[in-house]
Nanobody
Framework: QVQLVESGGGLVQAGGSLRLSCAAS????????MAWVRQAPGKEREVVAT????????YYDATVKGRFTISRDTTKNMVYLQMNSLKPEDTAVYYC???????????WGQGTQVSVSS
C-alpha cells in the first residue's frame, strides 16, 4: 500500500503563493501517476493537476493553468504543487492521489486546507 501525507496548506491573501507537498511512503511512486485534487465546500472533487509516472505527461485544469505547477521527485518519493497568483476560488481542501499505471489501484491522502482571502 501507499500512504500519502499532504502538507503546506494554510491561509493566504489573494495574489499570494503556497507550495503543497505530498510525501509518499510504503512503496516507491515511480510506477504511479500522481494527481492533486481539490474539493471546495458544497462542491464535488475536481482534478487540479496530474503528472504521469514518468513525468512526461502533465495536465492542468483550465482554472489553474499558468498559475499552478505540478512536479515530482521520485528519488524522494515526493510530489509538489506550486500555486501562484492564488484566488479566493482556489479555496478548498487539496488531496494528493496516486494511481498505479498498471493495476489502477489508487490511494488518497487526508488532505490539506488552502484558504485564500480576498
Amino acid at each position: 500500500q501507499v500512504q500519502l501525507v499532504e502538507s503546506g496548506g494554510g491561509l493566504v491573501q489573494a495574489g499570494g503563493s503556497l507550495r503543497l507537498s505530498c510525501a509518499a511512503s510504503g512503496r516507491t511512486i515511480g510506477t504511479y501517476d500522481m494527481a492533486w485534487v481539490r474539493q471546495a465546500p458544497g462542491k464535488e472533487r475536481e482534478v487540479v493537476a496530474t503528472i504521469s509516472w514518468s513525468g512526461s505527461k502533465i495536465y492542468y485544469d483550465a482554472t489553474v493553468k499558468g498559475r499552478f505547477t505540478i512536479s515530482r521527485d521520485t528519488t524522494k518519493n515526493m510530489v509538489y504543487l506550486q500555486m501562484n497568483s492564488l484566488k479566493p476560488e482556489d479555496t478548498a481542501v487539496y488531496y494528493c492521489n496516486a494511481e498505479n499505471r498498471e493495476t489502477r489501484e489508487d490511494y488518497w491522502g487526508q488532505g490539506t486546507q488552502v484558504s485564500v482571502s480576498s
